[in-house]
DNA sequence: CTGTTAGCGCTTTCAT
DNA sequence: ATGAAAGCGCTAACAG
């Protein structure tokens, strides 16, 4: 038997401690507190439990509770890391609706270590009720395994894995389709996309989009494939891209930091932009209206992903079933002064 | 009585699962699964039990343990966002340094929702195990609220907190100094420093490093306050050092998006970098070598500040005494293009 | 070397 | 309207 701690007491209160200063069992202070509909107490006990609780300042121990109802009432969310602007906007995203929905974050980026113990770890370990993995690095079949084991309850997020049946993305190819169109109508008839790896599925579906528009409109589309997609990897695409011949007059950037990468590319390769090339982002930031010259880009609601992403996992938790889904907001596009029209002498085919 | 579950069953095995199928007790499985020094058993049984752990996928419930244990091996981080790449660093850092120790992190940003309650929820209801504040919204006051109830495992991460013991900060005054006197061995007499609000320790810090050098070698020092620190309050700022008569032939910005800021300020307004104005960053940035022009910085270790940030709070948790650290690694300047000798005519005060 | 027992703090029947 | 008791899954103390 321990005593009821006071004020200042340093051992976390517990529910019997409530119950023994307002005098009724450690049961029925739970149900008063969690405002039980089965917790019926006479309006004097109630306030007398409240108070009670207040004075010590209790907070229920959140691993009991999920000892006994076997919820976490907490996510997983697993980054490569907080390089892109793209995975800090969705843990943003993530972080905001999951609270909202009373749930906490558990992060995972797996910059060190094995990156399918980090998940297993968070899932198999029920430190978690669910998993929202927004990481490209894993591999596809790492991935599948891992649901196979735990399907109600991982979701992809920013991709699409065969066999993974829950996901949400955004409108990638539209964004590219939509980058396509602004240059064709400032007159471009030559246009090279610079794009991350293949691996990656986002750069997949934009790459689909931009080639399949410019055969649509009937323009000349050239591609070039960087291995990363950070600033070097756009700074060495600029290059690339202006090794074609004939060269572009425009090209189109598969991330936002490969836009910037190549705006430094064509200015230490002594090709104005927008005078002599057009460079367009596929992804919008703050950042684009302090560059020289200001970046036009494609915008794309990557908050909204990670709102998305929580809410189709809490489906799943409830027993809902997997579902595909794509961020219903389309993408916008945004003109600064990176793009202009084709530069005279260079406007036909 | 449930019976064990095969490979194919759904609910999570438990520790009396693995015994049942091993033939033995769930303590010995637990001694022998946790490489417990009192959990001698035969080589034969070892096998059986890691054998029958394995074939159902056992993982011990962290909720059980924590319970059991009153140690969540959990972490809180709070951060006011992924805004700044500061943050981006220091969440980076105290991850891989957690994840090296065993420990997990939850993440609260308090994008939403009332910090302190955010705050109060990781620690008081026994989510994690300590707590590391990154955040300088959290009014000092509040967090000194925090820190009398549970002063064991509260550290503050990049600023000091009078009343908190445990901190962890870098040399901000010596980053400061560095730049001054780089850019007076450049031959710059009259120098503008333009900082973020004065409510954060690090720019009250930085700040006085840049007033104290700047009287210490005799050149003329303004300074500026922005109520921000991003792109926007350093492209504002940059119109600010330039109101002050006579203009500064070098600018100390002090973060690196408000150097960004500055760059795109200082264009705007006419202002030729380097030629007319050196422009010298506090913080460092892969995103530097890109700008135009390549943008000088003075570093400072931000990931080491997470790594001490999670040794400092895990010695606490072990009964430590608090203390303020300061990381050892000193600040180093990158010279770039964004600084070079002061302009003709002007070298003279 | 292995088993028994108790209990971490909470919620949930089931009684009263 | 309130209480008693059981049990979530784990570990530690103590027996044997």
Redesign the interface.
């Known amino acids: 038997m321990t005593d009821p701690p006071t004020r200042t007491s340093r051992r976390?209160p517990t529910l019997a401690d409530v119950a023994a200063i307002a005098g009724v069992d450690s049961s029925l202070v739970s149900r008063v507190l969690r405002d039980d509909p089965r917790g019926f107490a006479s309006a004097e006990t109630r306030d007398r439990i409240v108070r009670a609780a207040q004075e010590v300042?209790y907070?229920?121990?959140?691993?009991?509770r999920?000892?006994r109802n076997a919820r976490?009432m907490?996510l997983g969310?697993l980054l490569p890391?907080?390089s892109s602007p793209v995975y800090?906007?969705i843990?943003?995203g993530v972080?905001?609706r999951a609270?909202?929905r009373g749930y906490?974050?558990?992060?995972?980026?797996h910059?060190?270590?094995d990156p399918h113990e980090?998940v297993?770890?968070?899932l198999?370990?029920?430190?978690v009720d669910g998993l929202l993995v927004a990481s490209g690095r894993i591999e596809d079949r790492e991935l599948r395994r891992l649901v196979d084991?735990v399907p109600q309850s991982v979701v992809v997020v920013n991709r699409q894995v065969r066999g993974v049946a829950a996901s949400v993305v955004l409108q990638d190819a539209d964004a590219a389709v939509l980058a396509v169109r602004h240059l064709v109508q400032l007159g471009h008839r030559r246009i090279c996309g610079v794009f991350g790896p293949s691996t990656l599925d986002t750069m997949v579906r934009r790459r689909r989009g931009f080639g399949e528009e410019c055969r649509r409109l009937g323009v000349e589309a050239s591609t070039v494939e960087m291995a990363g997609r950070?600033?070097r990897a756009?700074?060495e695409g600029a290059r690339r891209a202006l090794d074609r011949t004939p060269a572009p007059t425009a090209v189109i950037a598969g991330t936002f930091p490969m836009a910037?990468?190549m705006?430094?590319g064509m200015?230490t390769a002594g090709v104005a932009v927008p005078g002599e090339m057009s460079v367009l982002s596929l992804h919008n930031d703050?950042?684009a209206?302090?560059?020289?010259p200001r970046l036009s880009a494609v915008g794309l609601p990557t908050e909204r992903l990670g709102a998305e992403a929580v809410d189709l996992v809490l489906d799943l938790i409830d027993g809902g079933r997997p579902r595909r889904v794509v961020v219903p907001e389309p993408p916008r596009l945004v003109v600064r002064d990176s793009t202009s029209a084709v530069p005279a002498g260079q406007d036909r085919l």
């Open positions: 976390r300042g907070r229920a121990n959140a691993a009991a999920g000892l976490t907490t969310l890391g907080f800090s906007s843990a943003h972080e905001e609270n909202e906490g974050i558990v992060l995972g980026t910059a060190a270590g980090t297993s770890g968070m198999m370990h029920g430190r084991r950070d600033h756009g700074f910037v990468g705006l430094a200015h703050a950042l209206d302090y560059l020289l």
